[in-house]
């Protein structure tokens, strides 16, 4: 069946530096989604890309939907401690009716 | 507009048990999902009901059931209850239609089971 990972499985950064997790799947997808869970909390829906090489930004967040639509990232600049938390990719896949969820990419923020 | 409801926030029962968790989606939301969460297997899906069908199952053994009624709510059932189901238990509600299925979930705050 369709597997989705993601690299890092944790990242540790000092306040102020850049970050980025990387999602691939195993299969084509028809479109990925981007979801953010803080700690102690549920996740909470970021962003959905659909085009092959979409790229959306929002704010300090970029996120970039791979030509073949098979891998995705999720970048951060200039981190802040309100960045802390889990950060899952869910990829639907062509002929998938549910969303398959990556491990997550959990995010520690130093000040 | 109100958020996705699980009650109860937290559970504790004894191997062999049986559990029943409750949703209450966002109004107008006709799709609701359930995945387990837990450390080391991160979101698993569990199933997914629209309009009171169940249109999509994970890898769940027969014991993990579900059910939605026509307002929507859905309840998650477990029965013998395994000290492997300890789990956060998330349910999510969309805007999916019925061939449709790339609308955002949302989710609510889980309930937390623990079997001792």
């Known amino acids: 069946g369709q597997q989705v990972m993601q690299i890092p499985q944790y990242q540790h950064v000092q306040e102020g530096e850049d970050f980025t997790t990387y999602c691939n799947s195993s299969?084509?997808?028809?479109?990925i989604q981007w979801y953010k869970q803080r700690p102690g909390g549920h996740p909470v829906f970021l962003i959905q890309?659909?085009?092959?090489?979409e790229v959306k930004k929002q704010k300090r967040l970029t996120f970039q939907f791979g030509e073949a639509k098979k891998n995705s990232s999720l970048h951060i600049t200039a981190t802040q401690t309100t960045d802390v938390g889990t950060y899952f990719c869910?990829?639907?896949?062509?002929?998938?009716?549910?969303?398959?969820f990556g491990p997550g990419t959990r995010l520690s923020v130093l000040p | 507009k109100a958020g996705v409801t699980q009650t109860p926030r937290y559970l504790i029962k004894t191997r062999g048990q049986q559990v029943t968790l409750s949703c209450s989606p966002i109004?107008?939301?006709?799709?609701v999902s359930w995945y387990q969460q837990t450390p080391g297997q991160g979101l698993q899906f569990l199933f997914e009901?629209?309009?009171?069908?169940?249109?999509n199952k994970g890898n769940f053994p027969g014991r993990f059931s579900g059910r939605q009624f026509s307002n929507s709510r859905s309840e998650m059932n477990v029965s013998t209850l395994e000290l492997g189901d300890s789990a956060l238990y998330l349910c999510?509600?969309?805007?999916?239609?019925?061939?449709?299925?790339?609308?955002?979930?949302?989710f609510g705050n889980g309930t937390r089971l623990t079997v001792t």
């Open positions: 009901y629209f309009s009171e069908t169940q249109r």
């Open positions: 890309l659909v085009k092959s090489g």
């Open positions: 109004s107008g939301h006709r799709s």
């Open positions: 869910a990829g639907l896949s062509n002929y998938g009716q549910n969303f398959v």
């Open positions: 999510a509600s969309s805007l999916r239609g019925p061939s449709s299925y790339n609308s955002p979930l949302h």
């Open positions: 299969t084509t997808l028809s479109n």
